[in-house]
């Protein structure tokens, strides 16, 4: 993490501001273009290859979801993009204000053990979504 020099701000600003262009950008392609209508965005190769739900299957669709405000709809087709959106935009928040503040440092840095509980997580999660006690948390 580096202090940026007086009148920066401007250059300092791009990448937030560009990361936020490229979310508005995807969730305006994703309300307009509906994810629920088999092949629409292709097919997942995880799932083709292997028959089961990967952690980010139904994914597209839980955003077109939460574009058209329908939260039970997002929940039920991925249960983690919800808690994933908000932690997103809770971190572009802080980095843009950090951004302003004159510190030079990207979006998220994960350490660790924070990169093992998400990858946990994430197979956990797959498996539980694929066996029929689980299936509540496949794609619908």
């Not at 990361?19 to 950008?25: E, I, N, S």
């Not at 939460?66 to 939260?71: E, F, I, K, P, Q």
């Not at 991925?78 to 802080?94: E, G, H, K, S, Y």
């Amino acid at each position: 993490m580096t202090v940026m020099q007086t009148g920066s701000r401007a250059r300092s600003m791009r990448a937030p501001m560009a990361v936020a262009a490229a979310g508005l950008g995807a969730a305006t392609l994703l309300y307009l273009r509906d994810p629920h209508r088999a092949g629409a965005y292709g097919f997942c190769p995880f799932h083709v290859l292997t028959g089961w739900w990967c952690p980010g299957c139904g994914g597209l669709r839980a955003v077109n979801d939460l574009t058209h405000g329908d939260l039970i709809g997002s929940l039920s087709s991925n249960v983690l993009i919800l808690p994933l959106v908000l932690v997103l935009a809770v971190a572009w928040m802080r980095w843009l204000r950090r951004r302003w503040g004159g510190v030079d440092d990207r979006m998220i840095v994960l350490g660790r053990s924070a990169t093992i509980a998400i990858l946990v997580l994430s197979a956990v999660f797959t498996v539980v979504r694929n066996t029929p006690w689980g299936a509540v948390l496949a794609p619908t």
